[in-house]
């Protein structure tokens, strides 16, 4: 079992890389209720000046956290999560969208037995959320 | 364009109409998100780890979340124009986990208003509850108004 004591600041824990595509996209707007056009519509993209359909921050946000989940082995245990929407993921309709993402150990509270755990995630070699942070119970 | 009203700063709104967390939800939004720890999905993992039912992955909040949006991108006096809105930062803070079962009900306040250079930025806060009325999660979302480009 991990415990603070068990890892160190600066430590990879976790990383993965996820494959979106368009039924990413569609799949998440049925189950989140967010049925924005742009994340389904290259014309309505287009429209209000972006490359085409992007997928939903929420989505970025929602798997940039799975692998953390899955090194810590109890999705109760993320009790803080917080991301800045930096940049946007462009979902191309033939080739989809490749994010990665990188699990470091920010900082280790052994005293609340909270571990700060920040994560990059990157799109093309380029970030695409800022001060992504999972703080994540270790008791 | 109209600004956004700075006034909505520390308003609260109604708390909204309980939900029903249901099971084929969470197995719905964890596949969603690429969720593959079977507490997400599978009952008797679940409770095995000491659950109720299956647990939600952290962001599902933004489901119950996207109901006190609601109110406040239709308050008439809000001047926020959903076409230009654009979600700057999202958090979750939880006291416990989300599991299926749960009735929730969520208050949004208005933790700040202002508008920065042209743009503006509405930090809304909404604090969700079980049926007992104790707290599960806060889920705060930063909206950024885009003013004319």
């Not at chain 1, 930096?86 to 909270?114: C, F, Q």
Request: aromatic share 6%.
């Amino acid at each position: 079992m991990i415990s603070t004591d068990s890892i160190s600041v600066g430590e990879v824990v976790a990383e993965a890389e996820f494959r979106l595509t368009r039924d990413s996209l569609v799949r998440y707007a049925g189950a989140s209720g967010d049925f924005n056009p742009i994340h389904y519509r290259d014309d309505v993209a287009q429209s209000v000046g972006l490359p085409g359909v992007l997928a939903h921050g929420m989505l970025t946000m929602g798997i940039a956290v799975q692998p953390v989940i899955d090194w810590v082995g109890d999705p109760a245990k993320i009790v803080d999560y917080q991301v800045r929407f930096t940049r946007p993921v462009p979902v191309d309709a033939a080739e989809g969208a490749t994010v990665n993402v990188v699990a470091k150990v920010g900082t280790i509270d052994i005293e609340a037995g909270i571990a700060r755990i920040d994560l990059t995630v990157t799109f093309g070699g380029e970030t695409v959320l800022g001060k992504a942070q999972v703080r994540v119970s270790l008791d | 364009m109209v600004p956004v009203n700075s006034e909505l700063q520390g308003r609260v709104f109604p708390p909204t109409e309980p939900y029903l967390v249901g099971r084929e939800k969470i197995r719905e939004f964890s596949r969603a998100v690429f969720a593959t720890n079977p507490i997400n999905t599978d009952v008797a993992a679940a409770r095995a780890a000491g659950y109720a039912d299956v647990v939600a992955p952290p962001t599902f909040a933004v489901v119950i979340q996207e109901l006190t949006l609601h109110q406040l991108l239709s308050e008439p006096d809000a001047g926020i124009d959903f076409s230009r809105v654009v979600h700057g930062e999202q958090r979750f803070t939880s006291t416990r986990p989300i599991v299926a079962g749960d009735e929730l009900t969520a208050t949004l306040t208005v933790a700040s208003a202002k508008s920065l250079g042209g743009h503006s930025m509405v930090t809304a806060e909404s604090s969700i509850v079980d049926a007992a009325g104790a707290h599960v999660v806060t889920a705060i979302s930063t909206l950024v108004v885009r003013g004319d480009a």
